[in-house]
């Protein structure tokens, strides 16, 4: 049996009362547009099946909108995917005569088109995923040490944290007790004050951030250009595990806009972020 016949034979099983299969930034919210989870593992799998029953499902636009809209609003990030879905007769469509420079212009059109219409949207995989939840799901039920939940969970550790961040100004806010491993981080869960950081010990120093529910950019901290080393080693500093975040944290160049004039960053960052925080 093909992989294509394995998805076709396993789809019905996951399709909802309403015969959709949900859109893969709904079925995994906490994974990001590119990440290599939609190629391996449960999310190729969840695309795999996507894909069949796109075919099945009739092309015209009303059939296709009606279906979009029946979920939530794709992050600015999957606005190729959600044009694709709507007009599956482009999806490929390159007779080689288009000029290079008119395709960034005509991207821009079709996420402005969509922004419109409510089919994508700023910041939204957050809501999504937080309409999933019944309850906290603490991050040390997933990983044994803050380290290795910063460095392999990275997306849903900041959709956590901006959830406790939430139940943290409510009354009555009283986290449980952390096991042994993650106690550099129970001060931040509790008080939602990080205290202070080793900017040498990047991994822990940003789940200490998000245990507290905030993630301070590097020129808060006072770090520089050169504290960057451009590494994704276990050691990395502060301003790599910053980058590591980044990649994970922001959908598109508004959220990303907004975080950047709130934490002020100064102009000699500019570069940089555009660099290592590219965004549609």
């Excluded at 190729?80 to 709507?86: G, I, S």
Aim: charged letters at 25%.
């Amino acid at each position: 049996m093909s992989w294509k016949e394995s998805c076709r034979s396993r789809l019905r099983e996951h399709l909802d009362a309403r015969g959709d299969l949900a859109p893969p930034w709904e079925r995994f919210p906490d994974y990001e547009r590119h990440t290599i989870g939609w190629r391996m593992g449960a999310g190729e799998d969840w695309m795999g099946m996507w894909s069949v029953f796109l075919e099945q499902l009739a092309p015209d636009p009303g059939t296709r909108i009606a279906y979009l809209r029946r979920h939530p609003p794709a992050p600015i990030s999957w606005a190729d995917a959600v044009h694709e879905v709507l007009y599956p007769a482009e999806r490929g469509d390159d007779d080689g005569d288009e000029d290079e420079d008119d395709e960034p212009t005509a991207a821009v059109e079709r996420r402005s088109a969509l922004l419109e219409q409510g089919l994508i949207a700023s910041d939204v995989a957050f809501a999504t995923w937080l309409g999933q939840q019944t309850g906290v799901s603490w991050p040390w039920e997933r990983s044994p040490a803050p380290e290795d939940a910063a460095r392999y969970n990275t997306r849903e550790l900041w959709f956590w944290s901006r959830q406790v961040a939430e139940l943290r100004r409510g009354r009555g806010w009283a986290p449980p007790a952390v096991p042994a491993p993650w106690r550099a981080c129970a001060r931040a869960l509790e008080t939602g004050d990080a205290g202070a950081i080793d900017p040498q010990r990047g991994l822990l120093s940003l789940a200490q951030l998000l245990c507290a529910g905030h993630v301070d950019a590097p020129w808060q901290l006072g770090l520089s250009l050169a504290d960057f080393a451009d590494s994704f080693e276990d050691d990395m500093g502060y301003v790599d595990a910053f980058r590591l975040w980044g990649m994970s944290a922001f959908d598109d160049a508004e959220q990303l806009r907004r975080y950047l004039e709130a934490t002020r960053m100064p102009p000699g960052w500019q570069d940089w972020v555009a660099e290592q925080l590219p965004v549609a």
